[in-house]
């Protein structure tokens, strides 16, 4: 990425302008615009995952996998920087593989999801990690996702099992649910808020901690749901 800022350019949102031209473009409805990936399974929940961040909906129903790569793009807000999130969506199919690696180096995140009720993508994650590990980008973010934690009935690996092999990979982990919306949307503004801090980061700034972030938002929010839960038993 090339470009250099005049040095009478003004600040966009409160950004310096050479820090902002850093990234891949630039357009009047965001600053920064940033590549993630899906990956993961066939069958784990990822475009589902996908259309609950874009669209707010959950795609219930005859599951239809996703064929070869599929992208959809939003815009978010994340401390007055409007960051365009290009959000790639795999197949996990063996036979899309191919396909898929052509896509990592270009990515500046990896959302990596297993299903909750799956012991068999939850085994394959560390064979995801080794691909990425190869393909990707050196400091590409990666965040371990368990989804389908509203279907607790049929749950096979523990909370405890995807904290466990987040802590050896050093990344991030939660929880999620395409079908409620659980951290979906933080799993999106933690990505952003990371990339965004990597493209605009003063010296003296301190830097942005993604576990840290998530680990206090998940609380926050289940500190909500006590008090409506409180609340509403009243």
Same mark, same amino acid.
């Given at each position: 990425m090339t470009g250099r800022a005049g040095a009478a350019a003004p600040a966009r949102n409160g950004c310096p302008p050479a820090a902002l031209q850093r990234c891949p473009s630039l357009s009047q409805d965001h600053d920064l615009a940033c590549k993630v990936m899906l990956l993961g399974d066939s069958g784990v929940g990822k475009t589902c995952f996908l259309i609950q961040f874009k669209d707010g909906a959950f795609l219930s129903g005859t599951f239809?996998?996703? !064929?070869? %790569?599929?992208?959809?793009?939003?815009?978010?807000? /994340?401390?007055?920087?409007? =960051?365009?999130?290009?959000?790639?969506?795999?197949?996990?199919?063996?036979?899309?593989?191919?396909?898929?690696?052509?896509?990592?180096?270009?990515?500046?995140?990896?959302?990596?999801?297993?299903?909750?009720?799956?012991?068999?993508?939850?085994?394959?994650?560390?064979?995801?990690?080794?691909?990425?590990?190869?393909?990707?980008?050196?400091? !590409?973010? %990666?965040?371990?996702?368990?989804?389908?934690?509203? /279907?607790?009935?049929?749950? =096979?690996?523990?909370?405890?099992?995807?904290?466990?092999?987040?802590?050896?990979?050093?990344?991030?982990?939660m929880e999620t649910s395409a079908k409620t919306g659980m951290n979906v949307e933080l799993a999106f503004l933690a990505i952003a808020k990371e990339l965004k801090q990597r493209a605009v980061r003063q010296p003296d700034e301190p830097r942005f901690q993604i576990h840290d972030y998530i680990e206090s938002q998940k609380k926050r929010s289940s500190c909500c749901s006590f008090i409506a839960e409180a609340l509403s038993a009243h």
């Open positions: 239809i996998a996703t !064929v070869g %790569i599929d992208f959809r793009n939003k815009v978010v807000t /994340v401390d007055g920087v409007n =960051v365009k999130l290009q959000i790639w969506d795999t197949a996990g199919q063996e036979r899309f593989r191919s396909v898929t690696h052509a896509y990592y180096r270009d990515a500046q995140a990896l959302l990596l999801f297993y299903d909750i009720t799956s012991k068999v993508s939850f085994d394959n994650i560390r064979a995801w990690l080794s691909e990425i590990h190869e393909y990707a980008q050196k400091d !590409v973010v %990666i965040m371990l996702l368990g989804n389908k934690a509203d /279907v607790s009935s049929e749950r =096979v690996i523990r909370t405890e099992d995807g904290e466990s092999l987040a802590r050896e990979y050093g990344v991030p982990f």
